[in-house]
């Protein structure tokens, strides 16, 4: 027994205005996203560098912003508290503990020197800055 076919392919113009109306909504609320929520934390400027190796051993971060202002755990701490805060950590620490320093590139080297010097003093076994990866290399 044959049944009668009553449906047909439609062969007609792609309607593309439903597409291109849900894509623009999909941009203005990406747009909307992006630019009115703005990031917590600090601006930092971190130096650009490639290949520079990274730390296996647990962290402790400590940021420095451009006015020489130190934070540590997000929150402003001053150099004698960073001391007892990073002596602490080293001595909850179960393997040797890496010191993180995130500093502006307009910070004076003798602040970030201070700080390793501080690091070192406390018992902290390495001392890594944190850059950025630069996005061209720079061997062209």
Do not use: C, W
């Not at 912003?65 to 002596?87: H, K, P, T």
């Not at 003798?110 to 996005?135: H, I, W, Y």
Request: charged fraction near 20%; charge should be negative.
């Amino acid at each position: 027994m044959r049944f009668p076919r009553n449906a047909k392919i439609f062969r007609g113009h792609f309607d593309v205005i439903p597409f291109a109306s849900v894509f623009f909504l999909l941009v203005i609320f990406l747009l909307l996203n992006t630019y009115l929520v703005f990031p917590p934390g600090v601006e930092i400027e971190l130096p650009a560098a490639s290949g520079l190796p990274g730390a296996s051993n647990p962290k402790v971060i400590v940021a420095v912003d451009s006015g020489g202002n130190l934070y540590y755990q997000n929150q402003v701490i001053e150099r004698a508290a960073l001391e007892d805060a990073l002596a602490q950590a080293r001595e909850t620490a179960e393997e040797p503990l890496t010191l993180v320093i995130l500093a502006d590139r307009r910070v004076p080297h003798q602040q970030v020197v201070e700080l390793s010097v501080m690091a070192r003093d406390v018992g902290v076994s390495q001392v890594v800055l944190g850059t950025r990866s630069n996005p061209v290399s720079s061997s062209e």
